[in-house]
Nanobody, 126 residues
Framework: VQLQASGGGLVQAGGSLRLSCAAS????????MGWFRQAPGKEREFVVA????????NYADSVKGRFTISRDNAKNTVYLQMNSLKPEDTAVYYC????????????????????WGQGTQVTVSS
């Protein structure tokens, strides 16, 4: 499985960006895809994830109400719409895929994810 992320960039505080992550290779309908981020000097942090088959979503508290995840089944692509961006959202954003999400929805644990994209930089200026 390969993940190709795109859509990062530089935006002013309060602005919006949309990230995309396309999965290719041996995918299935039972996986979950999500986004993590890592700021300089900090650990990788869960942002949001969605299960493919039932669309169950798990958001980090820090992005609830501002970020929205969606998916296009036909394109094997997940999108992250980020609104009301803050300087603290600045990080490299990584998409990830979990081949076997649990019955309670997508996990926030990065070790649960089997595949990772290359990362895309999001910079929010104040």
């Amino acid at each position: 499985v390969q993940l190709q992320a795109s859509g990062g960039g530089l935006v002013q505080a309060g602005g919006s960006l949309r990230l995309s992550c396309a999965a290719s290779g041996r995918t299935s309908s039972s996986y979950a895809m999500g986004w993590f981020r890592q700021a300089p000097g900090k650990e990788r942090e869960f942002v949001v994830a969605i299960t493919w088959s039932f669309g169950r979503i798990n958001y980090a508290d820090s992005v609830k109400g501002r970020f929205t995840i969606s998916r296009d089944n036909a394109k094997n692509t997940v999108y992250l719409q980020m609104n009301s961006l803050k300087p603290e959202d600045t990080a490299v954003y990584y998409c990830a895929l979990d081949r076997s999400p649990g019955s309670y929805g997508p996990s926030q644990n990065p070790y649960k994810y089997n595949y990772w994209g290359q990362g895309t930089q999001v910079t929010v200026s104040s």
